[in-house]
């Protein structure tokens, strides 16, 4: 079904009308929801008339919920537990075919993990959600339970908020992270457990252990979730969950969780990114910019044309730096176009495209579109290859500023990291305007920290000399309730910005190594490491000596 026919079958059905189908189609695609379920949380039509659309559309048959019977020996042929892990009521028994209701039409491979249970042919029909949720409570005995309402719910799970006990786990367990500024769920099997860690401030933590008999409806409810296939298990998928989460005043808001499935020696390993795109957000000033290094990167991307490059690992907020770049340069007279894999955040005023691999809408393609585009500002989410290079490349020589990340471990790194990709030496000397190297350091639990004197020995470990920072107030972490007892709470750059000059320029073009790069880049006073930054924010009483070596001893 091609998503033409069934807006076309809507207006046709007098469901609602072009207005109202327009306002469904703008919040389904700022909230990552299918059009169908916009307009049921809209309340722009009843749910039951889309519903019986939606079927027309994908050719299936609808069940009635007013006529809604389901017969005692097709309700017999699936036990209760695997009518609740499918969410699929079986309806009718006809001619040795069973008939099973659904409420999402991607959701027709149940039938084939019903077919074998029953023993005969499945077919789905397809049933609007709220009724298919009550009949499902009825079918496993279950009618007369509320939701709980600490359990959220994914638009793209549809809304369950139904009392299964695998759908209570994983609502608490993804409101839970939440509520303790988790930025990722990791789901781990082993031999005999399921392992579940929250990474809070960079920082992995397990919180429970469950049994192995939880792993597959786990891993079942998460597929479902974030719209993946339940019934492969042996290749890695990826996916997106669109979750209400609780707020401490009693509202809800959008939580978008990117999920990574990838099939372990024990069963599925699953990893969630949750991002809140009502706190993702940050200016230049939050992100721990200080001073004269800040208002070089404002002079920096200033700039009309040239490549900016943020490096760093997975993780260390390189795309949350791109993204208070570009808030600073959103203007109504500035075109912003950019090519993400995935789009994290939607910023008003800005063109953000998402790169679709599969379709062969890769870096490199939506790079040479956006360039018929006129724009002033370019951002690449990643390069990874010449080819998104040496376009970039071209991009910033022809009067655009681009943006761009890449995986390196220091700022001086990433100009050699573009001449081995097989760009020109002289195309990149010609281009690049700043390299910014940047990692995440814990900040330390303001209700808990407490004053140390730290030993000689761990001073000079961070160039400190012991009889220079005399006076100097030293802080260690402690930990408490407000922390989770981990001593710190929060987390801010530090950073090592690289501004590209005349000479840096001419060592670059003659293909001088990365060793020599950082050494001029450092003696001539246009760039602070990594290790420097840190520091200051250790001698400010923002952090410790023990996390700044955590973070930045291997760079």
């Not at 139904?162 to 990791?186: C, F, M, W, Y």
């Not at 109504?332 to 910023?347: C, G, H, M, R, S």
């Not at 809408?361 to 990874?384: D, K, W, Y």
């Amino acid at each position: 079904m091609s998503a033409e026919t069934f807006r076309r079958l809507l207006l046709e059905a007098d469901v609602l009308d072009a207005a109202r189908l327009q306002k469904a189609e703008a919040a389904a695609s700022s909230r990552g929801q299918s059009l169908e379920r916009a307009i049921v949380a809209l309340n722009l039509a009843d749910e039951a008339a889309v519903w019986r659309v939606l079927a027309k559309a994908h050719g299936m048959k609808f069940v009635d919920p007013d006529k809604l019977s389901p017969q005692p020996q097709a309700l017999a042929k699936v036990s209760s537990e695997q009518i609740e892990q499918n969410e699929a009521l079986p309806v009718l028994l006809k001619d040795d075919e069973l008939w099973v209701a659904i409420d999402d039409p991607v959701k027709t491979f149940v039938a084939d993990n019903l077919s074998f249970l029953a023993g005969c042919p499945v077919q789905c029909a397809l049933m609007p959600p709220q009724a298919l949720k009550e009949a499902l409570r009825k079918a496993t005995g279950k009618a007369g339970a509320q939701a709980p309402a600490a359990v959220g719910g994914g638009a793209a799970a549809g809304d369950e908020g139904e009392d299964a006990p695998i759908i209570r786990l994983v609502g608490k367990t993804i409101n839970e992270a939440l509520q303790r500024r988790a930025s990722d769920i990791h789901v781990e099997p082993f031999q005999q457990r399921v392992r579940i860690r929250y990474r809070v401030d960079g920082v992995l933590t397990e919180v429970a252990s469950l049994e192995m008999a939880l792993l597959a409806p786990l891993t079942s409810r998460l597929k479902i979730m974030a719209g993946l296939d339940i019934a492969e298990k042996r290749k890695p998928q990826d996916g997106r969950i669109s979750f209400r989460a609780s707020d401490a005043d009693g509202g809800t808001r959008e939580i978008d969780i990117r999920t990574s499935v990838l099939p372990a020696s024990h069963g599925e390993t699953v990893v969630m990114r949750l991002l809140d795109k009502e706190r993702g957000l940050m200016s230049l000033e939050k992100l721990g910019f200080e001073g004269q290094d800040r208002e070089r990167f404002r002079s920096v991307i200033a700039r009309p044309n040239g490549i900016v490059l943020v490096t760093g690992p997975t993780g260390s907020g390189k795309t949350t730096t791109l993204y208070a770049a570009l808030q600073e340069l959103n203007r109504p007279d500035v075109k912003i176009i950019t090519a993400e894999d995935p789009v994290e955040f939607n910023i008003a005023g800005i063109n953000q495209c998402q790169v679709r691999s599969r379709i062969g809408l890769t870096f490199a393609r939506i790079l040479r579109a956006m360039l018929r585009q006129a724009p002033n500002v370019i951002l690449v989410g990643e390069i990874r290859d010449q080819e998104t290079a040496e376009i970039a490349v071209q991009a910033a020589l022809t009067g655009h500023l681009v943006f761009s990340t890449l995986h390196t471990n220091d700022a001086a790194s990433a100009i050699t990291r573009l001449c081995d990709m097989g760009v020109k030496p002289f195309l990149v000397s010609a281009s690049v305007q700043a390299v910014m190297a940047q990692r995440l350091i814990r900040l330390l639990c303001e209700d808990c920290k407490q004053v140390c004197e730290p030993s000689p020995a761990e001073l000079r470990s961070v160039g400190l000399d012991p009889g220079g920072v005399e006076g100097t107030t030293f802080y260690r972490a402690e930990g408490c309730a407000h922390c989770g007892h981990s001593g710190y709470r929060g987390r801010v750059g530090i950073y090592e910005l690289l501004q590209m000059d005349n000479t840096l320029r001419e060592m670059t073009f003659r293909g001088e190594p990365m060793v020599r790069l950082r050494e001029y880049a450092f003696q001539s006073g246009g760039m602070s490491t990594l290790l420097q930054d840190g520091v200051r924010k250790v001698l400010e009483g923002r952090t410790t000596i023990p996390e700044l070596l955590r973070v930045v001893a291997a760079v």
